[in-house]
């Protein structure tokens, strides 16, 4: 059973920077494509970013592309996102999730594990 566990989040002004990360416990988060996610109040679960299993090819949603980066750390068993220049918008609960699939797109229904999630707010 994979299980994962994001950290990292809290609450920063616009501009600022965070970066999330996410754990696995029962896992080898190489061998999964990690994707994050984000939902604010009131709407849908958006996909933000993932990383591949295959060879860590990346893929970010338009609206944080520039500013957000997804890696990996193998020697951790992490995956961080780390995010710059914070808009209000970007506040949101953030989950991580894993794939089976080697390049999955930005859509939930394509992962198989998903975190809990952790808050991030952007305000002033």
């Known amino acids: 059973q994979v299980q994962l566990e994001e950290s990292g989040g809290g609450l920063v002004q616009p501009g600022g920077s965070l970066t999330l990360s996410c754990a696995a416990s029962?896992?080898?988060?190489?061998?999964?494509?990690i994707g994050w996610f984000r939902q604010a109040p009131g709407k849908e679960r958006e996909g933000v970013s993932r990383?591949?299993?295959?060879?860590?090819?990346?893929r970010y949603a338009g609206s944080v592309k520039g500013r957000f980066t997804i890696s990996r750390d193998s020697a951790k068993n992490t995956v961080s996102l780390q995010m710059n220049s914070l808009k209000p918008e970007d506040t949101a609960v953030y989950y991580c999730?894993?794939?089976?699939?080697?390049?999955?797109?930005?859509?939930?229904?394509?992962?198989?594990?998903w975190g809990q999630g952790t808050q991030v707010t952007v305000s002033s």
């Open positions: 999730a894993a794939a089976w699939l080697p390049t999955p797109n930005l859509n939930s229904y394509e992962y198989d594990y």
């Open positions: 990383i591949s299993s295959s060879d860590s090819s990346t």
């Open positions: 029962g896992a080898t988060l190489d061998h999964y494509a």
